[in-house]
């Protein structure tokens, strides 16, 4: 059964620190991941995604993750912080066909502090 | 293009009533999930709809239902409403269903609260 796993509830970091966001998955084959943003009162919206190819990937608003196989990890970084990044920050893990449903981890709220 | 549209944007109901909710897809996206999203759980999908035909779903109770009509628009229903389906709802849409490959583009959602 697939499960993701984001094991930081909260982060905190300062503005134009470096940002890195942990996600683990389980799944018995290649997985889609993907990571969405959150922000309050508002949908998801889609940050990248990973489906195959190039384990780095990048994504809109200066953002990227790498998909570690061996880690079963596909962690979201961003070299410098923005104020208006704070949200919350859910990593998907998708089946390679069948459907659009996604299992979502529980999501990490990040804090950015002037 | 318009987003994902969805309505109402707050709703309260009290135990034992019934709930519709209503989802407008982007124009020319076929396929519309629906999930919930509460503190506890999560976001837990829900089902999907593609072309008025369900094409998976969640592990929900029979009480929570949908339908997708020949526009794309679908509704979700949710019969004797308990505490526990307080959370948002929301819909997201795509140009096709299951090919894993389409981005979901999500609606604002709607708050239910369950007194």
């Known amino acids: 059964a697939q499960s993701v796993t984001q094991p930081d509830i909260h982060i905190t970091v300062s503005e134009g620190a470096s940002l890195e966001l942990r996600c683990n998955y389980s799944?018995?084959?290649?997985?889609?991941l993907f990571w969405y943003v959150q922000s309050p009162g508002q949908g998801l919206q889609l940050l990248l995604k990973y489906f195959s190819g190039d384990t780095l990937v990048q994504g809109i608003k200066g953002f990227e993750a790498e998909f570690k196989r061996s880690q079963s990890s596909f962690n979201l970084r961003k070299p410098s912080v923005h104020w208006s990044d704070a949200a919350e920050y859910f990593c998907?893990?998708?089946?390679?066909?069948?459907?659009?449903?996604?299992?979502f981890g529980t999501g990490t709220r990040l804090t950015v502090i002037p | 293009k318009a987003g994902v549209t969805q309505t109402p944007r707050y709703l309260i109901k009290t135990r034992g009533q019934q709930v519709t909710l209503s989802c407008s897809p982007i124009s020319g996206h076929r396929s519309v999930s629906w999930y919930q999203q509460t503190p506890g759980q999560g976001l837990q999908f829900l089902f999907e709809?593609?072309?008025?035909?369900?094409?998976n779903k969640g592990n929900f109770p029979g009480r929570f239902s949908g339908r997708q009509f020949s526009n794309s628009r679908s509704e979700m229903n949710v019969s004797t409403l308990e505490l526990g389906d307080s959370a948002l709802y929301l819909c997201?849409?795509?140009?096709?269903?299951?090919?894993?490959?389409?981005?979901?583009?999500f609606g604002s959602g709607t708050q239910l609260s369950v007194l």
């Open positions: 799944y018995g084959a290649t997985p889609y």
């Open positions: 998907a893990v998708g089946r390679q066909t069948g459907a659009n449903n996604l299992f």
């Open positions: 709809y593609f072309s008025e035909t369900q094409r």
């Open positions: 997201a849409s795509s140009w096709t269903a299951g090919s894993g490959y389409e981005k979901l583009f």
